[in-house]
């Protein structure tokens, strides 16, 4: 069993910068994907950026060049620097991890006032 646990969020203003930052523990096969997805009020959850174990990148193109995605993987913790952050960023983001099998961050409310 695989656990995340995030942090980082709060509140911030608009063309501000926040990085959230999630530790994965537990049983993770060494080929995995990590990310992030968001949900926002009213919204259903998308995919904000993932990392492969790898090293591919696949971002959402709202956050292109705006957010990016790290991850070490001697510590399983992925990153999300989020630079220049708009009202519509407003959302709790989840941490993901998959490796065959989905798990779940708890979620971390990010609030960009404008």
């Known amino acids: 069993q695989v656990q995340l646990v995030e942090s980082g969020g709060g509140l911030v203003q608009a063309g501000g910068s926040l990085r959230l930052s999630c530790a994965a523990s537990g049983s993770i096969f060494s080929i995995n994907t990590m990310g992030w997805y968001r949900q926002g009020p009213g919204k259903q959850r998308e995919l904000v950026a993932s990392?492969?174990?790898?090293?591919?990148?696949n971002y959402a193109d709202s956050v292109k060049g705006r957010f990016t995605i790290s991850r070490d993987n001697a510590k399983n913790t992925v990153y999300l620097q989020m630079n220049s952050l708009k009202p519509e960023d407003t959302a709790v983001y989840y941490c993901?991890?998959?490796?065959?099998?989905?798990?779940w961050g708890q979620g971390t409310q990010v609030t960009v006032s404008s």
């Open positions: 990392l492969t174990s790898g090293g591919n990148i």
């Open positions: 993901t991890l998959w490796d065959g099998v989905r798990s």
